[in-house]
């Protein structure tokens, strides 16, 4: 027997990327603790992770100021580096991540490879310019959902919408140029929850969700609805890391519970084009786009597409635990796997090696590392708030309610 598919779910708010309360921080001055290098490894130098980043700010004379306008990466990579860490290895095969004593409750990725990080531990906002091996103290660590921009670790945004048609949230929209010393509210910007960030030109470009898809190309001060997404719930929203001003995939769904990908050429990054929609699924998924794949997961299956999602490979081969057996979009649910509710909330596909995916659910994470084709779960089978990479400590690193476990990238066993 099958229930019909719930409308409730893209009624609803979307899941957060980052704590679910708010409250203006208080710079505090740096206090650095811990960790450093593995036994195997040596300890690197603190430089600069925008240089490893693609497009670069040129600062197009005439154009309005950016969010990193105060910020100087080059320069000073780490507002809060200390200049003699001391601490103690890195935690992996599943060991939980302490700073200064208290656990990790959230990992914010913060560059390409995984050098910048940012975490949540206690009340405070950590950051790390290695990796994860020395973290030194940003101040308050209570936010809504928070994003780095993609090409400048330094500059971050955060905020929440509300539950769509129910509402709006009650957390400020917020911006920092200093790596999170420092906060900015934006009051007119109540209600919105940033989705993907990128500095290029003397601008900085947000895209965000009020439910609908919006638009900034000056940091959050001002918004464009983008008109061809009106009245769908949006998720999520990605561009291809090797080139993120060609393109953007966007995760909506409609309020009867059709979740679709849709593809935007960006001729202009303020200016997305509607180019049309890739695949169906129920309710919302999880995307990651990067050298060409794109993996997207749902509550089904996981799909796998090289060109661009002309074509997708399903799966659901190792995900029998953590997705319905039956598609809800054409079947409904069955009453069996109501509970907990399938469906991913994260997938991140390795920088250094495109085979390998990890995706991040209501049931747990879970590897591959065939391209997508057979999965394994890694760690418990509990509902996963966070999950980042870091090539440079060959760490990944998931957050669950409780706190924050470490495995090596290439980790097989759960």
């Excluded at 390998?356 to 994470?365: E, F």
Aim: glycine share 12%; proline share 8%.
């Amino acid at each position: 027997m099958a229930l019909l598919a719930l409308t409730a779910l893209v009624a609803c708010s979307s899941p957060l990327d980052g704590d679910d309360a708010g409250e203006t921080p208080t710079p505090s001055a740096p206090t650095p603790t811990t960790s450093v290098a593995t036994p195997t490894e040596p300890p690197t130098t603190m430089t600069s992770d925008a240089a490893t980043q693609a497009p670069q700010p040129t600062g197009e004379a005439g154009s309005g100021p950016t969010a990193a306008a105060t910020s100087s990466p080059a320069a000073d990579p780490d507002p809060n580096a200390s200049p003699s860490p001391t601490g103690t290895p890195l935690p992996e095969d599943g060991a939980e991540l302490f700073i200064d004593g208290q656990a990790v409750t959230l990992i914010i990725s913060g560059s390409e490879n995984g050098r910048t990080l940012y975490a949540i531990a206690g009340d405070r906002f950590w950051r790390s310019s290695d990796g994860g091996r020395i973290w030194s103290d940003a101040g308050s660590g209570r936010h809504g959902p928070i994003i780095v921009a993609l090409n400048e670790p330094n500059v971050l945004y955060s905020g929440d919408k509300g539950s769509c048609g129910r509402g709006e949230s009650d957390l400020p929209f917020q911006r920092t140029s200093d790596a999170g010393r420092t906060w900015e509210t934006l009051e007119a910007n109540a209600d919105i929850q940033p989705l993907l960030a990128m500095e290029t030109r003397g601008r900085a470009y947000l895209y965000g969700t009020d439910c609908g898809m919006q638009v900034s190309n000056d940091g959050g001060d001002s918004w464009t609805r983008i008109a061809d997404l009106h009245g769908e719930e949006v998720f999520a929203a990605v561009t291809q890391r090797s080139n993120p001003m060609e393109q953007l995939l966007v995760v909506a769904a409609t309020e009867g519970g059709t979740g679709r990908l849709f593809l935007f050429d960006l001729p202009a990054p303020d200016q997305p084009v509607f180019a049309g929609g890739l695949t169906q699924f129920w309710g919302d998924a999880a995307v990651d786009w990067r050298d060409g794949r794109i993996v997207l997961a749902n509550a089904h299956q996981v799909g796998i597409s090289d060109d661009t999602g002309a074509t997708w490979a399903w799966t659901r081969a190792g995900l029998e635990d953590a997705t319905y057996a039956a598609d809800p979009l054409f079947e409904g649910i069955p009453i069996d796997q109501a509970e907990p509710f399938p469906g991913f909330r994260h997938a991140r596909i390795d920088p250094a090696n495109r085979e390998r995916i990890w995706i991040g659910g209501n049931r747990g994470a879970y590897l591959s590392i065939d391209g997508g084709a057979t999965w394994e779960l890694i760690g418990d089978p509990e509902p996963v708030t966070g999950l980042a990479l870091s090539t440079v400590t060959d760490r990944v690193f998931i957050s669950y309610a409780d706190g924050t476990r470490l495995w090596s990238l290439s980790a097989t066993g759960g």
